[in-house]
């Protein structure tokens, strides 16, 4: 309830100051503020204690001191306990400020922190003709939320995908395609049928390893440039992209840029770097390859080319973050990956101080733990992988199903069902820190009942069919029930949970918000008539309660990737 925090700091500060001749600030005060653990003891407190010092004053003391002096139209309660000042906002204050909250309409929440501030997001980067798997969930929405939630604070933001596009593992993919593949079959079947020949080619080349010399020798013409395989490398790329985009398009997700590893060794950023390096003194010969020895820094050497001379993902890497550097001149530089991969950018931002590079310090790596579906690990080498396109097939059947059970009569059955089975997944994967290991179990995400995304997405369309029948309109009244100032005093939660989830980069503050507006908008719901209240006032500050909802609801479930249907 930043809003009601900031102006009970700014009164309390003042009366501080009044009182005992200090200067005070009101950012001060709002830093020393609490929540009360029991809402009935007031909406926010100050412990008292953490002013004795500057006063030589007992908290007792202060609270009553405090207490006394305060006589605004803010308060409804102000009271002095065991050293503590509880602070309760009157209906007034409330009513003004669901009235801010209209007038503010889809910028409620946001800011302009970030104004003139550019942040690159690297994320989701699925590695070319291999399946978007569950793994890739976690990169791949909480990269995209964490791009909201900055634009929404004013950055320019930019979105990049960096794709998994080149390396040795193409060699094989072009002599399985060309002795075993089939053009036809993968057009129609896509990426499948290119795991299908890897995994071939594996099997093939465990019974003769000479294939293995035949994949190099192709991938070395691929990077000389040979035309040919150039243009079946490229003819990969776009089948899997095409695929990928599907995923990104039910995710509600786009980038700015599909910038992969090819990116910079086809424009020679990544030979550059490598020259770059040896001229700062950093590249150090290691039985045939070349490495930057980390051994000062605890870690193990970040290779920069392998024996055979070839680049790899560290040195295209180094590429891109000077890339990203020059082109964007970035304030920060998200990348969002599995904290498998933490050690990886450790290296990479050390080895990007030591190239003398002061801008390493704008580097930030933000890892998140692993999935596993109703307790089973996900394999990813081997053909045993939950594919992402699978579950959310699942998903939208199920819902399919209910929906049509349940609202037969819906218009748009099909587009409704997408939006809700996959925002189920996208809503129970952000529901947890994302740090934590999530274990999946498709019949709780789906649960209309319980913290899901179907119950937020239904609260959502309720709020909407409450409006499709009115709008507020004409005098509004206040709170006549304490229903009603709940709702408000979550609504006035969102911007403060908005600055949370930014500091520490977590969407899930987002979704745990949005199951607390819910739940007092759908206690209001069912206590309090709404369309059918007897006094116009009443019914219209209702009205305007559910637009408020309504409003906040639909930026937050965007803000976390979901779509918002208004009927379910
Ligand atoms: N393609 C990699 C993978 O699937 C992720 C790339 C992450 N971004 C980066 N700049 N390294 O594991």
């Known amino acids: 309830m930043l809003i009601f925090k900031n102006k009970a700091a700014s009164i309390v500060s003042a009366a501080v100051n009044k009182l005992w001749g200090q200067d005070v600030t009101s950012s001060d005060v709002a830093d020393m503020f609490e929540y009360p653990p029991d809402p009935a003891m007031g909406d926010i407190a100050l412990p008292c204690f953490k002013l004795s010092r500057t006063l030589k004053k007992s908290p007792v003391m202060i609270a009553d001191a405090i207490s006394d002096a305060l006589d605004d139209s803010v308060f409804d309660k102000v009271e002095s306990v065991g050293g503590y000042l ?4 009157s209906s007034d204050f409330l009513k003004e400020s669901l ?19 550019t942040v690159t997001f690297d994320y989701s980067s ?22 909201l939630l900055h634009e929404f604070a004013g950055y320019k933001c930019i979105g990049i995908n960096h794709l998994g596009d080149w390396g040795t593992q193409f060699g094989k993919q072009i002599v399985a395609f060309r002795k075993w593949g ?51 490398w490229q003819w990969f790329v776009d089948v899997s992209l095409e695929e990928y985009k599907n995923t990104y398009r039910q995710l509600n997700i786009e980038f700015d840029y599909y910038t992969g590893e090819s990116f910079y060794i086809r424009n020679g950023l990544g030979m550059k770097q490598v020259d770059s390096l040896k001229e700062k003194g950093l590249l150090k010969p290691d039985d045939g390859a070349y490495i930057v020895d980390l051994s000062e820094y605890d870690m193990p050497p970040c290779i920069i080319l392998k024996k055979d001379g ?49 801008w390493y310090k704008d580097l930030v790596h933000i890892p998140y733990g692993t999935v596993s579906i109703d307790g089973a690990k996900l394999a990813t080498r081997t053909g045993n992988v939950v594919l992402l396109k699978d579950l959310f097939a699942k998903s939208i059947e199920k819902v399919t199903s209910i929906i049509k059970e349940k609202n037969p009569d819906l218009e748009d059955i099909e587009s409704t069902a997408e939006a809700v089975g996959v925002g189920a997944i996208v809503f129970l994967y952000l529901s947890n820190n994302r740090i934590k290991d999530i274990n999946f179990n498709l019949e709780n995400a789906l649960s209309f009942d319980g913290n899901t995304g179907p119950y937020a997405q239904y609260t959502y369309a309720r709020t909407c069919s409450v409006l499709e029948k009115a709008k507020p309109e004409g005098t509004c009244g206040s709170v006549t029930v304490p229903e009603e100032s709940d709702v408000i005093k979550s609504l006035l939660k969102f911007p403060e949970k908005v600055a949370q989830a930014l500091e520490d980069y977590e969407p899930s503050v987002i979704t745990r918000y ?33 637009l408020a909802v309504n409003n906040v609801l639909r930026t937050a479930l965007h803000l976390i990737c979901m779509k918002t249907p208004s009927k379910i």
Do not use: W
């Open 310 to 358: 070839s680049t790899i993902y560290h040195t295209r890497d180094i590429a891109a973050a000077v890339y990203r550097k020059e082109t964007y001149d970035f304030s920060k530089s998200v990348y969002v990956t599995s904290a498998q991969q933490s050690l990886h950018f450790a290296q990479l931002f050390k080895v990007i101080e030591l190239m003398g590079y002061d």
């Open 182 to 232: 089939d053009r036809e079959a993968v057009e129609r079947i896509g990426i499948d049928e290119l795991v299908r020949l890897y995994v071939k080619f594996h099997e093939e080349a465990e019974k003769d390893p000479s294939l293995d010399d035949e994949a190099r020798a192709e991938f070395h013409k691929l990077e000389e440039g040979d035309p040919d395989n150039i243009a079946l």
């Open 126 to 147: 699925p590695n070319i003709c291999k399946p978007f798997h569950i793994g890739h969930l976690g990169t791949t929405v909480i990269g995209h939320s964490l791009k």
């Open 86 to 89: 509880n602070l309760t906002a």
């Open 514 to 546: 949005i199951i607390e507006v819910c739940t007092s908008f759908n206690r209001f719901y069912h206590a309090c008539q709404i369309l059918k209240a007897d006094d116009p006032e009443v019914k219209n500050f209702r009205l305007t309660l559910t």
């Open 99 to 117: 009235l801010g909250i209209i007038e503010e309409g889809e910028r409620y929440g946001s800011s302009d922190e970030g104004k003139g501030k």
